[in-house]
């Protein structure tokens, strides 16, 4: 028995490396080769020796990434004999395990990271600050630059809600009102405008009456507001100034407080945030196009959890120069010639926002690192098998293992969509429930 026990099975080696001159002459010797004709013909085992496995199986944990190592290593183990394009030969002994071929749903993907928290931050300047507004997501505050000191300051993490103070100077509350006009002028009877009806509608949701709700700014609407100015311990002139309150789109999530009790109102007065936890993802560019507004994706979190998020919006490309000052190492690939007037495309991004369904799977995390996955391809009703069913041939293709009673014969498939850990097949007596072989 060549020193070798009886009862003894040799394993067959995984690569040229694992036998002496680099070269699977055993393996090869135990498969059947091809007659000119395509047939099989079979050989018999190694005297002395029982038959070994046919093939080495290639498992694909990256499809795209692998098929041409794959096909490599193929040719080089002499799965399937001397080149022929017919890939069917009888096999010695059946594969260590088994499985079915299914019919299913496959769903290709591409998984990017993100980052779980609560949306960009926007700051909340003094009046009369440099580049104060409270148009889009910065905010005006009241009583005039330098004008006052802050009496109260919310804690970061608050939630500020309509009517509610921001913050107070003087010992004056400087309430939210929602909206997307800025109070930009100062609102008394005769004013008209939307930013008239916008006052008018947050009077109205915060109880107050006698008034219409419309584009004139009139006595009545000058009652309510006197009203209004009282509970906030104001001085009733029935006049609303520029700063006297803050306009955003809607319930603010207090980020960092920037100044303290007891500062000079100027300057950034807050940073804020929106109330709803989202999902930002700098997208590289070549998957924008898996990016669709109400499109559903797959979130992973810290605790390898995953909950559902929809796409809520879709920023403009940006570009991000990341490479190393000229001279220097900064380890980028390619030869490092030239200007580098490629580089910005190769990091452009899109920003894209996304909201979880159901929140309340988020758990407690506040802020997080997350894995997105987009989904790019879905094929319905396809027979699949595991990706480490394939067997790669010399001349290129894939094949399987299919096992019949006792024996077992190789069968070209074609490859369809992969997902999931599983790859679509198709080709000639391949049907749901055919077995094929699987590494164990």
Request: proline share 7%; with cysteine; glycine share 10%.
């Given at each position: 028995m060549s020193g070798r026990e009886e009862g003894?099975?040799?394993?067959?080696?995984?690569?040229?490396?694992?036998?002496?001159?680099?070269?699977?002459?055993?393996?090869?010797?135990?498969l059947a080769s091809f007659d000119g004709n395509g047939g099989a013909v079979e050989q018999?085992?190694?005297?002395?020796?029982?038959?070994?496995?046919?093939?080495?199986?290639?498992?694909?944990?990256?499809?795209?990434?692998?098929?041409?190592?794959?096909?490599?290593?193929?040719a080089a183990s002499g799965v399937f004999g001397g080149g022929d394009d017919k890939t069917e030969a009888t096999a010695p002994s059946g594969p260590p395990a088994t499985t079915q071929v299914k019919r299913t749903t496959l769903t290709s993907s591409q998984t990017v990271d993100g980052q779980l928290g609560y949306g960009d931050t926007a700051a909340v300047q003094a009046p009369g600050s440099s580049g104060s507004a409270q148009s889009g997501g910065s905010a005006q505050g009241g009583g005039g630059a330098g004008s006052g000191i802050v009496t109260w300051m919310p804690s970061d993490g608050d939630t500020v809600t309509r009517g509610e103070p921001v913050y107070k100077v003087d010992q004056q509350s400087v309430p939210?009102?929602?909206g997307s006009v800025p109070?930009?002028?100062?609102?008394?009877?005769g004013s008209t405008g939307s930013d008239v009806k916008m006052l008018e509608k947050n009077l109205r949701a915060l109880g107050y009456r006698g008034f219409t709700v419309d584009s004139t700014y009139d006595y009545s609407t000058a009652a309510a507001v006197e009203k209004w100015q009282?509970?906030?311990?104001?001085?009733?002139?029935?006049?609303?100034?520029?700063?006297?309150?803050?306009?955003?789109?809607?319930?603010?999530?207090?980020?960092?407080?920037e100044l303290a009790v007891g500062d000079t109102l100027a300057g950034d007065v807050l940073t804020w945030t929106g109330t709803d936890r989202v999902i930002s993802v700098?997208?590289?560019?070549?998957?924008?196009?898996?990016?669709?507004?109400?499109?559903?994706?797959?979130?992973?979190?810290?605790?390898?959890?995953?909950?559902?998020a929809v796409v809520t919006d879709i920023g403009t490309p940006t570009t991000s120069n990341d490479s190393a000052p000229s001279g220097g190492s900064g380890g980028s690939s390619g030869s490092g010639s030239g200007s580098g007037s490629g580089s910005g495309s190769a990091n452009a991004t899109v920003p894209v926002e996304l909201k979880v369904k159901d929140a309340a799977k988020i758990g407690a995390y506040q802020a997080?690192?997350?894995?997105?996955?987009?989904?790019?391809?879905?094929?319905?009703?396809?027979?699949?098998?595991?990706?480490?069913?394939?067997?790669?041939?010399?001349?290129?293709?894939?094949?399987?293992?299919?096992?019949?009673?006792?024996?077992?014969?190789?069968?070209?498939?074609?490859?369809?969509?992969?997902?999931?850990?599983?790859?679509?097949?198709?080709?000639?007596g391949i049907t749901a429930g055919t077995v094929v072989g699987v590494p164990k």
């Open positions: 003894t099975v040799e394993t067959a080696p995984e690569s040229a490396a694992d036998v002496p001159g680099g070269e699977l002459e055993p393996r090869a010797a135990a018999p085992p190694p005297e002395g020796n029982r038959p070994r496995r046919r093939g080495m199986r290639i498992a694909l944990i990256v499809a795209c990434a692998v098929v041409v190592a794959v096909a490599a290593a193929g939210l009102l929602y109070l930009y002028r100062t609102l008394k009877p009282d509970k906030l311990g104001r001085s009733q002139t029935g006049e609303v100034r520029v700063g006297d309150a803050l306009v955003a789109s809607g319930a603010r999530r207090v980020a960092k407080a700098d997208l590289p560019v070549q998957y924008a196009d898996l990016a669709k507004k109400g499109g559903a994706t797959t979130v992973t979190l810290p605790d390898n959890t995953t909950v559902t997080a690192s997350v894995s997105v996955e987009f989904a790019s391809e879905t094929r319905a009703n396809v027979l699949a098998v595991p990706i480490s069913a394939l067997f790669a041939l010399p001349g290129g293709g894939y094949a399987v293992e299919v096992v019949t009673g006792a024996k077992t014969e190789y069968r070209d498939v074609k490859l369809g969509t992969f997902g999931n850990g599983m790859v679509e097949i198709s080709g000639t």
